[in-house]
């Protein structure tokens, strides 16, 4: 496998024509073993057959790694062109379990494996040309082209792992074992597992921005925690020591789960382990790509929950406290044993790849007194996670993090036999809901001290609490709630009919979807960002939010919404989604009305949407525009300014291009008028704008 795995790139130290050509090498060493990845199913059927009802079939990964190059290369304006716009769509969004996912098989109809091969070549070429074509000067940071060239190679290489994951579920029947090459042959009785002890200490943890390595958002900023002393398991826990908890009724015994686990439980009826199989009396193991006999020496790989219950298990039949590793006591198990950012990837290891293509024994590889503290299978701690002091988000991958900063998501830390790039570095953070299977299994943590789990409840990224303040919160220097106006300007041209169908195109942290609820059959509230949807349907599912903005200097103000208190309802007939306005998918078509506020200027081409934005309204539909016209303040290219420039030396308004762009199609149904739009920066920073609202009848 080592003409396909490559660490991943030092993006400061070096020449920057090697550097080019090194992360060149490394795009293809990924591209490639993706491609290898889909070697292993044995025909094109395989590709459609779902292996999680929760998850696409894999058509769609094997499209999504390379349709996520182009669309960030066209967010990041490196490129102006799209390869195929339908691909683009569809292939975009939908790999989580999000309420704002797109699951329904009904609204897809996916392309051949022949044409997405032929799209995945294509977009080989363009990624190749804009690697050799961008001029490149270290240290690639943030603002620097060649870091989206590294985005799309570590996110492709994160599905490498999760697509293995859901290969590994589908049945034998569709897979050609040992592609990749053969598993580990090594298997025995499980070694008895000895608890050790780890000093305490003060844990430093999170990742400088000026980092040699590449890094997601969630990794950087700076969190310092105080350690006590606790024990840990020397090996993780094995199949042989997890039979003990199967063989003791810990499937059936609901006083060893948490009400989450209990109710997983019973829905999916497990009786031990997803990977596990048992004929008669005796057990088998289900791999990425066969099944062997039950190796007993082996990690057991397990969801959270039922981690977390064997760990209960343990404590109430032994009387002492056990439970799993939180992040900060995994960094500082592995600071006493020797490890560190220094040396995480030259340590022996099961690991990227370059020892086995499956786990192997839990006391194989040695780090200090414990064994597998990096490597083998990935390990689940007690984390849900977070950002740290000091998080921010990337601007052209604003929903890769916060989504999962619900409580729901817990931290899995040390990387698997699989984990390449970004995923086997010493900073890698990568967290999943608790009832979902990766290559994953944990080590027992015994100690009597308190578990602190860190949770924000109150939103303090500044831009979503902004919008939400905006959205949510008192009249500002007089001037009415910008989105409660919208909404009754919509009501008044709309009329409260409800048996209309409503597309909100740009619906931020969702007021003006909830004030329009009772007028509508059906409202389908979009937003480019996860950030701000996931406000929404907190409120949509909850009823309520909160939120931190800025006062003055250090001081801040705690806001709490009610959605109940606002005389608003969280009725089942709204729908909140992450698209691309400039790239929708076909379901979003068929609609009375929609709303486009503030949008126009947030698009890569407005023009394109205006000139097409007729196709999704039924006839005599309503368009509602709403726009300061600022095409500067996202650096929207000039040719796909509406208007707001002269030509043929005479001036041409912002609104006069939206009009000839809109006329074939639309009539306007009155003059338009100006709306005050006023955002709360700080207590004493107010950002006024004034929004030209314009209405618009389908011809």
Known sequence: MNNFVACTTDLINGNAEEKKAEIRDYFLKTYALDEKLYEHLKNDKAFYRRADPLRHPLIFYYGHTAVFFINKLVLAKIIDHRIDSHFESVFAIGVDEMSWDDLNESNYDWPTVKEVFEYRRKVKEVVLKVIDSTPLTLPINWENPFWIIMMGIEHERIHIETSSVLIRQLPLEFLKPDVFDVPCKESGTAPKNRMLNVEGGVVVIGKPYEHRFYGWDVEYGEHRIEVNAFKASEYLVSNGEFLAFVEAGGYKTEDYWTEEGWNWCQYKKAEFPLFWRKNEDKYFLRLFDQEIEMPWNWPVELNYLEAKAFANWKTKTTGKTYRLPTEAEWYRLA?????????????????????????????????????????????????????????????????????????????????????????????????????????????????????????????????????????????????????????????????????????????????????????????????????????????????????????????????????????????????????????????????????????????????????????????????????????????????????????????????????????????????????????????????????????????
């Open 335 to 699: 600071e006493q044993n020797g490890i560190t950012d220094n040396n995480f990837n030259k340590l022996q290891a099961n690991i990227g790849l370059e020892k086995f293509v499956s786990p192997c024994p839990v006391d194989q590889f040695k780090h200090g007194e414990f064994y597998d503290i990096i490597g083998n299978v990935w390990q689940w701690t007690e984390t849900p996670v977070t950002g740290y002091p000091g998080f921010k988000v990337h601007p052209l991958y604003d929903d890769f993090s916060t989504p999962t900063f619900d409580g729901k998501h817990n931290m899995i830390k040390g990387g698997s036999w699989i984990s390449t790039g970004n995923e086997a570095t010493w900073h890698a953070r990568y967290a999943f809901r608790r009832h979902f299977y990766q290559h994953a299994g944990f080590r027992l943590v015994e100690s009597e001290n308190p578990l602190i789990i860190r949770n924000d409840s109150y939103e303090t990224d500044s831009e979503v609490a902004q919008s939400c303040e905006f959205n949510y919160g008192k009249p500002v220097l007089g001037f009415n709630n910008f989105p409660k106006s919208i909404a009754g300007i919509c009501k008044q041209y709309a009329g409260n009919q409800k048996s209309l169908k409503l597309l909100d195109l740009n619906c931020d942290t969702g007021r003006t979807v909830f004030e329009l609820s009772d007028s509508f059959k059906q409202i389908t509230g979009i937003d480019f960002s996860a950030r701000f949807i996931r406000m929404a349907i907190q409120l949509q599912e909850q009823g309520f939010i909160r939120y931190i903005t800025k006062d003055e200097g250090e001081l801040v103000h705690y806001n709490d919404v009610q959605l109940l208190e606002l005389g608003l309802n969280p009725k089942d007939n709204l729908q909140f989604m992450q698209a691309d306005a400039n790239n929708l998918k076909p379901i979003y078509t068929g609609y009375d009305v929609i709303l486009a506020i503030n949008l126009l200027e947030e698009l890569y081409n407005p023009k394109q949407f205006l000139a097409s934005i007729h196709e999704r309204l039924n006839a005599a539909g309503i368009l509602i525009l709403g726009s300061a016209y600022d095409w500067e303040k996202n650096k929207i290219k000039r040719e796909n300014w509406p208007g707001a420039f002269k030509q043929d030396g005479e001036p041409v308004t912002s609104f006069e291009g939206i009009k000839a762009l809109l006329q074939d199609n639309f009539e306007l149904v009155e003059e338009r008028q100006n709306l005050p739009a006023a955002k709360i920066l700080s207590s004493r920073n107010v950002e006024v704008s004034v929004v030209e609202i314009s209405v618009w009848k389908k011809r």
